[in-house]
């Protein structure tokens, strides 16, 4: 059976740091293109990293650049988000899911998607 689950998320000060892991089953990360994705109340899902199983590249929504870091542990078939410096805004259900292009504007080419994390950015 093909899954992802996501785990790490929880409530944290602003300019804090979680990391977030999606892990797999059923099937080989190496293979896939893996992208965060994140959800606040009331808005749409939006894309916010990805990285290429094959050759490792990564891809950064502006909003995160520089903040987020994207990374695989090839062995242990996970995805890392590393979140740093959070704020208020990044608040939202975080979810991970697999493709076969890292196409972050349009997750309905994302498929096997998690149940979500929730992070929570406040003082």
């Known amino acids: 059976q093909v899954q992802l689950v996501e785990s790490g998320g929880g409530l944290v000060q602003p300019g804090g740091s979680l990391r977030l892991s999606c892990a797999a089953s059923?099937?080989?990360?190496?293979?896939?293109?893996i992208g965060w994705f994140r959800q606040a109340p009331g808005k749409e899902r939006e894309g916010v990293s990805c990285?290429?199983?094959?050759?490792?590249?990564?891809y950064y929504v502006d909003s995160v650049k520089g903040r987020f870091t994207i990374s695989r542990d090839s062995a242990k078939n996970t995805v890392y988000l590393q979140m740093n410096s959070l704020k208020p805004e990044d608040t939202a259900v975080y979810y991970c899911?697999?493709?076969?292009?890292?196409?972050?504007?349009?997750?309905?080419?994302?498929?096997?998607w998690g149940p979500g994390t929730q992070v929570t950015v406040s003082s």
């Open positions: 899911a697999a493709a076969g292009v890292c196409e972050l504007r349009h997750p309905f080419v994302f498929a096997s």
């Open positions: 990285i290429s199983g094959d050759d490792g590249s990564t």
């Open positions: 059923g099937f080989t990360l190496d293979y896939f293109k």
